[in-house]
């Protein structure tokens, strides 16, 4: 590290909420009284003793007496607090050296984040799926008061065969978040993404899957599982479902009216079956439509200053949570800021042709209108695209009843998901513009 890094990384020990300032001026004033006691003694001998030059030369060099006495204090006072920072700063560095890596960032910047993330906004995602983990990934930087409030209608690939099979919750959303929001995320990330290829039983499990599920057997309870799970992989914020009960969600698909529908499936039973469906889907639902909200969840969307919906699958992964009742309700009645993150490209079954203004316009008829404060929308429309990408961008259309917020959002590596900083940049922004 260059010294100008190391002086710049030292005076943020000054930076306000640091909890610092206090114990060094504490510190400052001991060191006061104690020189003044010293004085003191200081004084009563150098009238008592001889030392004159001729009499004891050793005495007379050690107590300055060839300075003026304003000069010998100054003197004295300045290698005083040479001798006091570097005698902390290296005590410092010593004690604190057997808990930061030499490849990890200042102790002062470790100290200076989480101060500030401690005093960041309480936020509140919405989600589940890719999409609200790349979210998450972007605003666990800003602040430790985040809760994410995932889906239980899953019923797809490993998930799925865990909730038949052990009457879980799934646990693949969760997984995610937990994998985005660990302090340790790379090697975690990878640890709780890793899916088994074969053997019995085992072959198309993750890792993170059966962990939820190994500690909802030890615990006895899926909420206290994810909680326990979150503990271990020091987690930040919270992880919460939607409803703690078992929901089927079901879709109303456009088309049957014509017969271009085979009889009796104008509507679609399964999550992971609705977007293979390949029709216009007029509407979801859930089954039984009357479950109870989580109350966590609800008393953290009360509780918010921002809530943040999506992005994510609209009907799949979004509706989803809107559709529990008490969610809903908590949604509407909080005085947070409201923020709807937009897609960056149509999805394949789902919103085949959106722009911004249907998909906003989807969620109104399904949850009420006038629910956002602000679409956050992607402008960025010159991107490359995969060879065998069928999506398309989403375009940042709307109408005078939907305040649109409009910025690059693309993640230059994979054009067509969020990226996760640029993402949480104009979320904040955003939460800003509010004060």
């Not at 993330?117 to 919405?126: D, E, F, L, N, S």
């Not at 009457?167 to 978040?177: H, S």
């Not at 020091?234 to 085979?262: N, Q, W």
């Not at 305040?403 to 949480?424: F, I, Q």
């Amino acid at each position: 590290m260059r010294l100008r890094d190391k002086v710049g990384s030292a005076w943020k020990w000054l930076y306000p909420g640091m909890g610092v300032k206090r114990w060094l001026i504490l510190l400052a004033f001991g060191l006061l009284l104690l020189s003044v006691g010293v004085s003191f003694f200081y004084i009563q001998v150098y009238r008592a003793l001889e030392f004159s030059g001729a009499a004891s030369p050793i005495a007379y060099g050690l107590t300055l007496q060839f300075f003026p006495h304003w000069l010998r204090g100054l003197l004295l006072g300045l290698a005083g607090v040479g001798c006091v920072a570097l005698a902390v700063y290296r005590l410092s560095r010593s004690l604190l050296s057997a808990f930061v890596a030499p490849d990890q960032p200042s102790v002062v910047d470790v100290i200076y984040r989480r101060r500030v993330r401690r005093r960041g906004p309480k936020i509140v995602a919405i989600g589940g799926g890719t999409g609200l983990s790349t979210l998450l990934r972007g605003l666990k930087d800003t602040t430790d008061n985040l809760t994410a409030i995932l889906t239980v209608a899953d019923d797809g690939g490993s998930s799925g065969r865990l909730r038949r099979e052990l009457g879980l919750p799934p646990p693949g959303d969760f997984r995610n978040c937990m994998a985005a929001l660990a302090e340790v995320e790379p090697l975690m990330a990878m640890l709780l993404e890793y899916r088994f290829g074969e053997g019995l039983g085992l072959d198309g499990h993750s890792f993170g899957n059966l962990f939820i599920a190994a500690m909802a057997g030890i615990t006895g309870d899926f909420a206290q599982a994810v909680r326990m799970s979150s503990k271990v992989l020091a987690v930040r914020g919270r992880i919460l479902p939607s409803t703690m009960e078992s929901v089927t969600l079901c879709a109303e698909l456009a088309g049957d009216a014509e017969g271009d529908l085979p009889a009796g499936q104008h509507q679609v039973q399964g999550e992971s079956r609705i977007p293979k469906a390949g029709k216009p889907i007029e509407r979801v639902f859930l089954q039984p439509d009357d479950v109870r909200g989580y109350g966590e969840a609800v008393r953290a969307l009360l509780d918010a200053e921002l809530i943040v919906v999506g992005p994510g699958s609209l009907y799949t992964s979004i509706l989803p949570n809107l559709l529990v009742k008490d969610i809903a309700a908590a949604f509407r009645a909080s005085d947070a800021l409201k923020v709807y993150v937009c897609n960056l490209a149509t999805q394949a079954g789902e919103t085949d042709g959106y722009n911004a203004l249907e998909h906003v316009r989807a969620l109104d008829s399904h949850v009420g209108d006038s629910l956002f404060d602000y679409v956050l929308v992607n402008d960025n429309m010159e991107v490359h695209k995969p060879a065998n990408w069928q999506a398309e961008m989403v375009q940042p259309t709307t109408d005078d009843a939907h305040r649109l917020w409009v910025a690059d959002l693309v993640d230059p590596d994979k054009p067509w998901r969020h990226d996760p900083k640029k993402l949480a940049q104009n979320i904040m922004r955003i939460c800003s513009s509010r004060v």
